[in-house]
């Protein structure tokens, strides 16, 4: 498994330390990440990718440990300006962060995909990870609520997730199109397994395996498939995971999770305070695997890294796949 190739699907924060661990446990260059950008949005006239920036902050040692997303060390005087000035200050761009957006910003309307400008600031920043955004086109996930829909960064970070959540809509789903090269990694020789990072399942692995396409790929692949949870004893690592499961009337639990990507996955880690459900997962079709899943350090980090690759190399040596995925 070590020398194999690994893909993993990913959102921001939680999927970024499990793969932030991978590329500890395995070499950078044979692991790829097909990232969400369901979360992506044009603010200020800016095109901003949340998803993506945290993998790339994660990965090249630049991510801000104070709150846990945009860059370290940064600066916040563009924003005392913008209030100054009376604009939006819901969303907060640190001065560091802004480059980023102004810069992706005037590279696609250059006509650069969003893909060719992620390759850019990754080969900037010295990330050896392949990191790919889903789609080059725009998908972009609405949350259903019991006052109307809201578009999903309104919903998580103005209205700070407060609202009840009915369900979701991924806007721009009959025209998007998957990422040529997700679908070529994910068709390579040598691939091993595909991996779900403990990323929130409806908003951040969910707009990734509804571009046309990607599911039946990962499908087709004939590699083991194995999820991480989120959720930990009951509640989200990150995030409102648990807040929309309740809220969704599924439930709030490792066991949940597994029920949500029953047919898709076939090896599911959970953490060592759920061992108790491992038997009710088994029974919806998955193998189990028991680790630490809390990555409070990079040593957890990498220690879960290996852990999963291991467990995915036991599930390959079971299912014997074929490349044809019979």
């Known amino acids: 498994m070590m020398g194999g190739r690994i893909v993993a699907l990913s959102g921001g924060v939680g999927g970024a330390k499990l793969v932030l661990g991978l590329a500890h446990a395995m070499p950078p260059e044979r692991l790829t990440v097909i990232v969400n950008t369901g979360d ?21 040692g630049q991510a801000n440990p104070e709150t846990g997303w945009g ?16 604009g939006e200050t819901w969303f907060r761009l640190g001065d560091h962060d802004l480059a980023t957006h ?19 600031f990754a080969a900037r920043l010295g990330v050896k990870v392949g990191v790919l955004p889903m789609s080059d086109q725009k998908l972009r996930t609405e949350v259903q ?11 998580f970070v103005r209205e700070r997730a407060v609202p009840p959540v009915t369900g979701f809509r991924f806007v721009g789903r009959e025209t998007a199109r998957a990422n040529p090269m997700a679908l070529q990694a994910l068709e390579q020789a040598g691939l091993t397994a595909i991996l779900i990072g403990p990323s929130n399942p409806f908003i951040s692995i969910d707009p990734i395996l509804a571009v046309p396409g990607l599911r039946q790929a990962i499908r087709n692949a004939g590699v083991p498939v194995v999820a991480v949870s989120p959720i930990v004893a009951g509640r989200a690592l990150k995030g409102p995971t648990a ?40 029974a919806e079709g998955m193998a189990v695997h028991v680790s630490g899943t809390v990555m409070a350090t990079l040593d957890d980090r990498v220690r879960l890294g290996r852990a999963v690759l291991e467990f995915a190399a036991r599930l390959a040596v079971d299912r014997a796949p074929s490349r044809s995925g019979g």
């Open 40 to 60: 992506d949005f044009e603010h200020l006239g800016l095109a901003i990718s949340p998803d993506l920036d945290t993998l790339l902050y994660t990965l090249s």
């Open 71 to 86: 860059r370290r060390d940064e600066g916040w005087r563009f924003m005392e300006a913008m209030a100054e000035l009376g």
């Open 243 to 282: 807040k929309m499961m309740t809220e969704l009337g599924i439930e709030t639990s490792a066991l949940g999770v597994a029920r949500h990507y029953r047919g898709l996955v076939d090896g599911f880690v959970l953490d060592e305070r759920d061992a108790a459900l491992a038997l009710s997962i088994e």
């Open 145 to 155: 609520t019991p006052a109307g829909p809201l578009p999903f960064q309104l919903y």
């Open 102 to 120: 102004v810069e992706r910003t005037r590279r696609l309307a250059a006509g650069a995909t969003l893909t060719e400008v992620t390759a850019v």
